[in-house]
């Protein structure tokens, strides 16, 4: 039998594994700078969906804080101006001096109304109580009311009787209309901060 030369298959066949070789090693490459970029990705991704809840956390517990806090001032106004609306003499009485008229407690919605957290409270709401504090503060330095509840007359009893009953209105519609509206947007603010807290 005759002697074949086999040198050059085992050649090729090195040449090829070599070959296949460093194309394995490309490929494994490729792979791990796939993997790299997908994982960084994917890192990132989770990072800032965290992110996310965190700032929306963290606005539900503001939002829940500034409304809480402007019900709360909102019924000190309110029990406040009731009792001195019990103290205002109606028809006979000891008349009532300058220094006995409240002043209204607007601390945190004057804090509220500059800054950006006040359009966190609802549109409606914040019309409300603006025209309720605009309106009792008109009538509480209404200079003629002052008067007229200075030096008691009959004269001025259908004056006084008429301040009454727009205050025990303006009182009424915070007890029945804003008031409640709080309630209902706080109890929202509470279940997103739950929701997100959880």
Do not use: C
């Not at 957290?117 to 330095?141: K, T």
């Not at 947007?185 to 929701?195: C, R, V």
């Amino acid at each position: 039998m005759a002697k074949v030369d086999t040198a050059p298959f085992e050649e090729a066949e090195r040449t090829s594994r070599a070959r296949f070789r460093g194309l394995e090693f490309f490929a494994g490459q490729i792979f791990t700078i796939l993997a790299s970029v997908v994982g960084v990705y994917l890192a990132g991704y989770v990072s800032f969906q965290r992110t996310l809840e965190y700032d929306r956390l963290t606005k539900a517990q503001q939002k829940s804080d500034l409304l809480t806090a402007a019900r709360e001032e909102l019924k000190q106004n309110v029990v406040r101006l009731q009792k001195f609306n019990e103290r205002l003499p109606a028809d006979v009485g000891t008349g009532v001096v300058n220094s006995e008229w409240p002043q209204l407690r607007l601390f945190v919605w004057q804090a509220a109304g500059r800054s950006s957290s006040a359009f966190d409270i609802p549109p409606q709401i914040l019309i409300d109580m603006q025209a309720f504090y605009g309106d009792v503060e008109l009538m509480l330095n209404d200079g003629e009311a002052h008067q007229n509840f200075r030096s008691l007359s009959q004269s001025n009893s259908y004056e006084r009787n008429q301040f009454k009953q727009r205050l025990v209105t303006q009182l009424k519609l915070a007890d029945t209309s804003i008031v409640p509206a709080l309630n209902n947007e706080i109890g929202a603010a509470e279940q997103l901060t739950k929701k997100y807290s959880d």
